[in-house]
């Protein structure tokens, strides 16, 4: 897929969220792209560390620490991104998107992408929301599973079962038959027996600490709404399509009310694709270190094109 496909039709931006880091990344756009560099060199100026050093040398353990993966992920996505619009304002091509999502703290780059709040404000705002999720999930253990190839009513009932050994949530609606649960270590253990007893073709410890969209983050949450007060919100120049109602937003008082809660309810990323096809979008491109979105939109829909950021860079000796 090259730029002109994306001039010629409509398409998605989506952002990917925790999980999706590796080291190394990014560091071809840096060695490349003057643009992609600057920004890179941004979010080591405002955060007053090597980001950068994190991203590209590791080790693997400090940058999936959540207090860095967070940071390194948006700068990474909006690094491509810029170096994106740059390659296609020297081929004369527009790029204009339809709509703009992002999984979980893909969402916060979303933001960044339709020019609704600053890139040095979202940096620091995912940078205090990766500390305050830490913390929190130091006071309050928890853990996540994905469960494949199980019915969705038949995981609730698991879900509400398991209950009885403490909280526990469906988490993230990934894609049909794949699905994330999210709580306390005794009850998501009983979880992941139960579903695995009725016919789950797979279920999978995340290799998390954290329960993220729980009810064990509510107190994160409150505390990140102090500082949303603090931030500078526009209303969007494109549509963004919110992981908790899976429907567009268009205000500034949209974008507050969907953020207040980021944290503990769920991500509803199949109701978002769908709203996205709605839209008219009928190409989605992934913006970050790989693409485990892609993967999922095609599960949603099968008629739509995706391509990931390595489908869209210069081949070796172009620029």
């Known amino acids: 897929m090259n730029l002109q496909n994306l001039h010629e039709a409509p398409f998605a ?12 990344m990014g560091k071809d756009l840096y060695d490349t792209s003057d643009i992609a560099r600057s920004v890179f060199d941004q979010a080591d100026q405002l955060l007053g560390a090597s980001l950068t050093g994190i991203c590209f040398d590791g080790p693997a353990e400090t940058l999936e620490d959540t207090f860095n993966a967070q940071p390194a992920l948006l700068t990474m996505s909006i690094a491509a991104l ?3 619009h740059t390659r296609a ?10 709509v703009t999502a992002g999984h979980s703290l893909g969402e916060f780059t979303a933001l960044v992408a339709a020019n609704a709040i600053s890139f040095a404000d979202a940096l620091l705002l995912v940078r205090e929301r990766g500390r305050l999720m830490k913390e929190v999930g130091s006071e309050r253990p928890g853990g996540m599973a994905a469960v494949i190839g199980m019915d969705d009513d038949a995981l609730v009932e698991v879900v509400e079962e398991a209950g009885s050994e403490g909280i526990i949530r469906v988490a993230n609606a990934n894609c049909p038959g794949q699905t994330v649960i999210s709580g306390e270590i005794p009850a998501l253990e009983l979880a992941m027996e139960l579903a695995k007893a009725r016919g789950a073709r797979r279920v999978a410890r995340l290799g998390v600490s954290i ?22 919100f526009r209303d969007p120049h494109i549509p963004i399509v919110g992981n908790v109602s899976a429907r567009s937003i268009a205000s500034v008082e949209g974008i507050r009310e969907e953020l207040a809660h980021h944290m503990e309810r769920p991500v509803n990323w199949t109701g978002s694709v769908r709203e996205m096809i709605d839209m008219g979008a009928s190409i989605f491109v992934e913006l970050g270190p790989g693409n485990v979105l892609s993967g ?24």
């Open 296 to 319: 999922l939109i095609r599960r949603i829909d099968r008629d739509v094109a995706t391509a990931s950021l390595k489908d869209l860079l210069p081949q070796p000796g172009q620029r």
């Open 89 to 98: 304002d020297a081929q004369g091509v527009t790029l204009a998107p339809v």
């Open 13 to 24: 931006l989506v952002f990917p969220g925790q999980g999706s880091q590796a080291v190394g």
């Open 82 to 84: 810029a170096d994106l």
């Open 211 to 232: 329960a993220s969209h729980s009810p064990l983050m509510e107190d994160a949450s409150h505390q990140l709404v102090e500082h949303l007060d603090s931030v500078e």
